[in-house]
């Protein structure tokens, strides 16, 4: 019958809980390792860098999930499935890199030669009347616009970013604004 059916998954599923349990500190610890450190690193040395924490893990007797990946422990595939029709790439690191910069209160910076990111962040911010500042152009050009967008919440994504910053920068990329 459904019901017995039911019982049975709701069984399960209660034991898959207890085992999450025993291994959530761990899966904690990897997931705000990846977080903070792994974002400018390829694919495979992502999944190096994992296996080594969870390895100084075990010695240390930190259970982790057997299966750990970031996704699986900080993703939601609604959320996901809505950064895919956006234009994230489905690819492994393309889904953690989005985990990455939706997860951490700093700014992400995304290097993007393909334009991928850029792309997805427009198509995300759309609605919330994103403004683009290209940072070429000179603060002249997009500071009145900035400390609009600023003042009223609007989502800012800078393009074009060198390798020094204007200095008038400083505050908002230091959140040190009210």
């Known amino acids: 019958s459904l019901l017995a059916d039911e019982g049975v998954r ?34 495979p040395y992502r999944e190096r860098l994992v296996l080594k924490w969870k390895n100084e893990g075990n010695e240390a007797q930190i259970a982790t999930s057997e299966d750990y990946t970031l996704v699986n422990n900080m993703g939601n595939p609604l959320e996901i499935k809505n950064w895919n029709i956006c234009g994230l790439p489905t690819d492994t690191v393309s889904i953690d890199n989005g985990v990455i910069s939706t997860s951490t209160p700093r700014w992400p910076l995304m290097i993007d030669p393909q334009g991928q990111a850029n792309k997805w962040a427009r198509n995300m911010e759309k609605k919330n009347n994103l403004l683009v500042v290209k940072l070429s152009s000179g603060p002249d050009s ?24 204007d200095s008038s920068l400083e505050t908002v990329l230091g959140k040190k604004f009210f």
């Not at 599923?13 to 792994?38: D, P, Q, T, V």
């Open 142 to 165: 997009y500071f009145k616009q900035l400390e609009t967008a600023i003042q009223i919440g609007r989502p800012v994504l800078f393009e074009d970013i060198r390798e020094e910053l």
């Open 10 to 43: 709701w069984k399960e599923r209660a034991e898959k809980l207890r085992e999450m349990e025993h291994e959530i500190l761990g899966n904690c610890f990897l997931s705000c390792s990846f977080i903070s450190y792994c974002g400018p690193f390829t694919g």
